[in-house]
């Protein structure tokens, strides 16, 4: 069965205390792993696609990087703006099938 | 540029009824796709339309259903509404029927409250 999961499901950070945030997938046929902002209610922001194992991509502080089950989003010297729920997703070569996991909570302390 | 719009943003229904939620893509996107999120979950995928086409369909029941029109904006249906589809209703436009390189871009959601 095709599945994403999230961890930790929340995570507290002191402003400029890095980390990292996981998404693992069970999937069959993997065309691309997408990661998104959502803030609360508003609808997700599009950050980053990752198409294949060994893959980073970087924006300011964010960097996404692939591997064949996991991926990892880097939060490097986090600041308050940067709290929000991140979503992780995948699309499958069945392109109709697109499923996220529910989300790592972010929330950085000044 | 205007982003996705979605209206209305927030809608209070009765257990029964039926509700229709409007979206219009960023111009230009030919693709839209409708997303249920729960409170504390991540978005669930309904439907995809291209070209006024159904692309795929998620794991919902026939009371879902949703249409694309020729200027590429699109409704979703729920008939016979149950307290379980009170969620944030999401519609994604992306500019072909993949969403890839640039993802999907997504609305702010309408807020379906049932009671």
């Known amino acids: 069965e095709d599945q994403v999961t999230q961890s930790p499901e929340a995570l507290r950070l002191q402003e400029g205390e890095s980390s990292s945030l996981n998404c693992s997938y069970t999937?069959?046929?993997?065309?691309?792993l997408f990661w998104y902002r959502q803030d609360p209610g508003k609808g997700p922001e599009f950050l980053f696609t990752?198409?294949?194992a060994g893959e980073e991509k970087e924006k300011e502080r964010l960097k996404a990087t692939l591997t064949k089950k996991e991926s990892f989003l880097h939060i490097t010297a986090p600041k308050p703006e940067d709290s929000a729920t991140y979503l992780c997703?995948?699309?499958?070569?069945?392109?109709?099938?697109?499923?996220f996991g529910s989300g790592t909570k972010l929330n950085v302390k000044p | 540029d205007a982003g996705v719009t979605q209206s209305p943003t927030h809608l209070i229904k009765t257990r029964g009824q039926q509700v229709t939620l409007r979206c219009s893509p960023i111009?230009?996107?030919?693709?839209v796709s409708w997303y249920q999120q729960v409170l504390g979950q991540g978005p669930q995928f309904i439907f995809q339309?291209?070209?006024?086409?159904?692309?795929g369909r998620g794991n919902f029941p026939d009371r879902f259903s949703a249409r694309q029109f020729p200027n590429y904006s699109s409704e979703l249906n729920v008939n016979a509404l149950l307290l379980g589809d009170s969620a944030l209703y999401l519609c994604?436009?992306?500019?072909?029927?993949?969403?890839?390189?640039?993802?999907?871009?997504f609305g702010s959601g309408t807020r379906l409250t049932v009671v």
């Open positions: 994604a436009s992306s500019s072909n029927d993949r969403g890839l390189a640039y993802g999907y871009t």
């Open positions: 999937v069959s046929g993997l065309r691309g």
């Open positions: 990752l198409y294949s």
């Open positions: 997703a995948v699309q499958l070569y069945n392109f109709n099938k697109f499923y």
């Open positions: 111009s230009g996107h030919k693709s």
């Open positions: 339309y291209y070209e006024k086409e159904e692309r």
